[in-house]
């Protein structure tokens, strides 16, 4: 095959249609770049839960040595206080399942969790606390826990964790089906449009494809070109949905959220950088094969 | 060459078959014409050598080729051994009269020097030599035959198929097309012609096979184009 000859089949082909393909980058662009927002949204939801948050629904945070408060006055819990709050919790109905996380295991998963953010260098191992991280049988019995343990000696707080994260999760979720619905009618979109440039590309082009069929020119040759075709312009359209992603990343991310939210840990470019090239691979791929299967319909071989 | 048995062909939501129990045989180097009227099955019968259509029934054999077992990413391969003329020329008017003879060449994915040396080559032979760089708009329709024919030609096929290739032109040009048709013959490609021109078939008495609703009804080695009835 002589890459040449195809090359300027394919400039004549996009150029002719020239709206066409413009309809078909804006649309592949934009479901792309939905559908690459919702991947980092999703990845933003698995950052914020860390290690624990699928495991266990209640924290019972112990007394670190510098903790204040009045359950913690009498400073670091003891040895003995540990083994009796083990022994309370374990005989507990409600409990399924006691964790102890130690100071050290607590900084690693901390600093797994921010790896990406200057919070990571913030603490130190021994400002960590010691923990028990309690899995329950039914997770609304929360409140068992809080009335049991609350104000004892040696228990800095008992947290749930839900409460606190779920709303924010939820919200998070919301916007995910919804980018998700957008994507997919964009997708069809963009689908539908590929179909018709093809369409038309195949009809206005059937002097030539006739002639090749005729002195015999194999249907791999004859298709190539259309195909090769949507390929571009939907590499095009992936090219600005990646642009798109960055930006997002850079400014809603990096320069806007990050500056007024320090608490949260967000998706780091590593995340955005994983994400590229599923983009650019079904940017190309999906308006490829749809090109094929109209071709067999609309381009006799 | 060609060998027909008893081949039909029907096409749906028709309920005359276009072809009926054709049996034939056309061998390597003969010019054979095509007679009949519209809807007699010539274009059906071309278009069975061609493989755009299967027969419904029956055996075609194309250049040794059982065409009902040729798997279809062979047809290109089969195809390339054959030429191809049409009444409508069936050329690029985008493209110079070199380039609509290299595009054909190019498709099949002929080197860059062979098509180079080849355009100028055929275009001689058909005499459109120094003409490679005009468009087909500003030829007549003779001459756009010739490129025509050119294209068909330009990969030296065993067999050049001609649908009707006089139908849009005056008797004189038709004259030098048939001159041309039958010099190709003459370098032993076999030729089989569609046609309604009756004085073209009878100045050349070359065989002549005609066929009538759907059926053969005469087949004749230096035939006329048909009886006075």
């Not at chain 1, 699928?54 to 112990?62: E, H, M, R």
């Not at chain 1, 998963?109 to 919070?119: A, G, R, T, W």
């Not at chain 1, 964009?186 to 093809?198: C, K, R, S």
């Not at chain 2, 002549?208 to 048909?226: A, C, K, P, W």
């Amino acid at each position: 095959m002589r890459a040449q000859f195809v090359l300027s089949e394919i400039g004549v082909g996009l150029r002719r249609n020239l709206t066409m393909t413009f309809a078909v980058i804006v649309s592949v662009a934009l479901s792309l770049a939905l559908a690459g927002g919702s991947l980092l949204a999703q990845e933003q939801v698995s950052t914020m839960k860390g290690y624990w948050y699928d495991k266990v629904q209640v924290s019972l945070y112990l007394c670190n040595k510098n903790d204040a408060g009045a359950s913690c006055a009498k400073g670091a819990v003891t040895e003995q206080q540990k083994s009796a709050i083990k022994a309370d919790l374990n005989k507990l109905d409600v409990v399924e399942k006691v964790y102890y996380e130690s100071a050290d295991e607590a900084y690693k998963h901390y600093k797994e969790q921010f790896k990406d953010s200057p919070l990571a260098d913030s603490l130190t191992p021994d400002q960590m606390q010691e923990s028990y991280r309690v899995k329950l049988k039914d997770p609304t019995k929360y409140q068992v826990l809080q009335t049991a343990f609350s104000g004892r000696q040696g228990v800095q707080e008992v947290q749930d964790q839900r409460k606190t994260l779920e709303p924010l999760f939820n919200l998070l979720n919301g916007m995910n089906i919804a980018a998700l619905c957008v994507m997919a009618l964009m997708l069809v979109v963009a689908l539908l449009l590929i179909v018709n440039t093809v369409r038309v590309s195949a009809f206005s082009r059937r002097r030539e494809t006739g002639i090749m069929r005729l002195v015999g020119a194999s249907s791999f040759y004859i298709q190539m070109p259309f195909i090769l075709e949507a390929a571009i312009a939907g590499l095009i359209g992936a090219g600005f949905a990646c642009v798109l992603l960055v930006l997002g990343k850079y400014f809603l991310i990096n320069n806007w959220l990050q500056q007024r939210i320090v608490l949260i840990n967000f998706v780091g470019w590593d995340a955005v950088i994983k994400v590229l090239p599923l983009i650019v691979a079904v940017g190309v791929l999906m308006p490829a094969v749809a090109a094929f299967f109209t071709l067999r319909k609309y381009l006799k071989v | 060459m060609i060998r027909f048995d008893s081949v039909s062909k029907s096409y749906p939501k028709q309920n005359r078959p276009a072809l009926r129990d054709v049996s034939l045989e056309i061998e390597r180097g003969e010019f054979v014409f095509l007679v009949g009227s519209s809807g007699s099955g010539k274009s059906t019968f071309l278009r069975l050598i061609l493989r755009e259509e299967r027969a419904s029934s029956g055996q075609v054999h194309v250049l040794g080729k059982d065409l009902a077992r040729l798997s279809n990413w062979k047809v290109p391969q089969m195809r390339r051994q054959l030429g191809t003329v049409f009444q409508d020329f069936r050329l690029l008017g985008n493209k110079t009269v070199g380039e609509n003879v290299a595009f054909a060449l190019e498709v099949i994915g002929k080197s860059r020097g062979q098509i180079r040396k080849t355009v100028p080559e055929v275009l001689d032979l058909v005499g459109l030599g120094g003409k490679e760089d005009r468009m087909p708009g500003e030829l007549s329709g003779g001459e756009q035959q010739r490129v025509a024919i050119a294209r068909a030609f330009a990969n030296r096929p065993m067999l050049l198929i001609a649908d009707e290739p006089t139908g849009n032109l005056d008797p004189q040009t038709s004259v030098g097309i048939m001159k041309l048709l039958d010099r190709i013959n003459r370098t032993g490609t076999t030729v089989v012609m569609a046609t309604h021109d009756q004085q073209i078939v009878d100045q050349m008495r070359k065989r002549v096979i005609e066929l009538e609703m759907g059926r053969l009804v005469r087949d004749q080695s230096r035939g006329v184009y048909g009886y006075q009835h």
